[in-house]
């Protein structure tokens, strides 16, 4: 508390020498006061600044919806270190972190209102320094599981080995395939992707080994196959459980002799490709069917990689968030900074059965929706907005892994994103003085949503 007989001259020395902005607005939202460091983050001399509505001034993604000084100066209830995008007077978006409160007279009666905002530039900067510690190449994950398999593939990719990546669609199969590329001797050489999948026997043959002129009606010149365009590179073979008997022997041919036939060719080519193959199916389940020919298995199973599904790896997720938004603002020319604390928390929940394909094709759907800065729940997918608890049991996932404490249990929830939604429930209740109906409007959700929330975490 500052003391009421303070000077005033020495209060205003104060108010100027802190190095967070602070300014001030009547009950009609007119800036009455603007220090020297809000004249530096924004860019804005206070003369310029003092008189006009603070919504021209700062031009944020709130000021028209769910300005937090207009909710202070209404409500009388202050808000805490609420992160926004302003627009500086160079027309440069900077996220700052806010915090208001309402000013009163001596009888108590609001009469404006004061915030308080920091530059959140150094902390942007730390931001992505520490998440470019959890990438490699266009991997990101800081989980222990894919954090093993990163480590190893520096080593797998300065050998000539085969290498089988394993992996549910959608977990990233061919971006360790592009890595162990890029960090081969091979680099600078092409890397060739093929999904086997995609094409029947007729046209999969001459795709990967190339025709003579002559071969077939239309073969009116010499085409070179994948393997020949790898030469001296790489080839990655996707989805290579689908491959028929006929053609699994041919590829046999290629892994152990390095040389094959073009289709209607009379003599053999020979290449030096690196192969990397990945398939979502159990090829060894396959071989015990007779599907998959065992001698083929075991060529292309010297080295595997198996990576786990994003339900087994949730603590990627704010990191894998954070990646696509940023790679969607350059296509996107937005300038979103991040996820609503409900929509984080429907990601948290979601069963993700494309895995981290089915992610980011959700990001990128928000971003077709949000026209503001900051992505709320309803512009997520409709499957995914507000997940309920079961949603999170997919594959080997359990029910005690991520569900809820049962109703009436008031302990601490073990699983951290648990605690952190429960962390950002009780501080919303906190900043709304207890009032659900405020508390939910600040977190973006309806009233019911937060009761039974509150009831599923033991807040009382």
Known sequence: MIPTNLDPHFLEFIVQSVPYGIFTVDQAGRITFFNQAAEQITGRKAEKAIGQPCHKVFQTELCNTQCPLQESVRTGLSVRDREVSIRTAQGEQRAVAVSTAALRDDSGRVIGGVEMFRDLRQVEVLRKRLNQQWKLGDIVSKNVKMQAILKQLPLLAQSPTTVLVEGASGTGKELIARAIHELSPRAKKPFVAVNCGALPDSLLESELFGYVRGAFTDARKDKPGRFQRANGGTIFLDEIGELSLSMQVKLLRVLQEREFEPLGASHSVRVDVRVVTATNKNLKELMWAGRFRDDLYYRLNVI?????????????????????????????????????????????????????????????????????????????????????????????????????????????????????????????????????????????????????????????
């Open 304 to 460: 595997r990689v198996e990576l786990p599904p994003l339900a087994q790896r949730r603590d990627d997720i704010p990191l894998l968030v954070s990646h696509f938004i940023e790679q969607f603002n350059a296509v996107f020319g937005k300038h979103i900074r991040g996820l609503s604390g409900e929509a984080m928390a429907s990601l948290l929940r979601a069963p993700f059965l494309g895995n981290v394909r089915e992610l980011e094709n959700a990001i990128e759907h928000a971003f077709v929706l949000c026209q503001g800065h900051e992505i709320r729940a309803e512009h997520l997918p409709s499957h995914l907005q507000d997940t309920p608890p079961g949603g999170m049991q997919p594959g080997p996932v359990t029910t005690r892994d991520f569900s809820y404490p049962p109703h009436g249990e008031t302990q601490e929830p073990s699983d951290p994103l648990q605690q952190a939604e429960k962390t950002a429930l009780v501080q919303a209740l906190e900043a709304s003085g207890n009032n659900r109906t405020q508390a939910a409007k600040r977190l973006g959700i309806s009233r019911n949503t937060l009761w039974r929330k509150m009831k599923k975490l033991g807040i009382s």
